[in-house]
């Protein structure tokens, strides 16, 4: 069992920075992909980003890529998200979510992930 649990939303203008943070406990993270969705209103929850099980590769949403930055710290299980240029269409709720590896599983399909925090709302204001 992993229990995640974000900080760091809050209200910021277009343009601005964020850094979101998640700290896990329960296991170690160094065989779970860490990720980040978001859920917008009246949306699907959708794929921000998300980190390899060992951390050697990052993916990025098409809408974030170039903006957003993901990074892991196992030795603290820690998952962070530096949110650059943020836009009114970034606001939602951000989740930090994992799922233990497994050969062939796709890690922008939001149903792949086990374990979900309790969210923490961006807001965008123009």
């Known amino acids: 069992q992993v229990q995640l649990v974000e900080s760091g939303g809050g209200l910021v203008p277009t343009g601005a920075s964020l850094t979101l943070a998640c700290t896990a406990s329960g296991s170690t993270l160094r065989k779970y992909v860490m990720g980040w969705l978001r859920h917008i209103p009246g949306k699907e929850r959708e794929f921000v980003a998300a980190?390899?099980?060992?951390?050697?590769?990052?993916y990025y949403a098409d809408t974030v890529k170039g903006r957003f930055t993901i990074s892991r710290d196992d030795a603290k299980n820690t998952l962070s998200l530096q949110m650059n240029s943020l836009k009114t269409e970034d606001t939602a709720v951000y989740y930090c979510?994992?799922?233990?590896?497994?050969?062939?599983?796709?890690?922008?399909?939001?149903?792949?992930?086990?374990?979900w925090g309790q969210g923490t709302q961006v807001t965008v204001s123009s």
């Open positions: 980190t390899s099980w060992r951390g050697s590769s990052t």
């Open positions: 979510a994992a799922y233990e590896h497994y050969p062939g599983s796709a890690v922008i399909d939001p149903n792949e992930y086990q374990y």
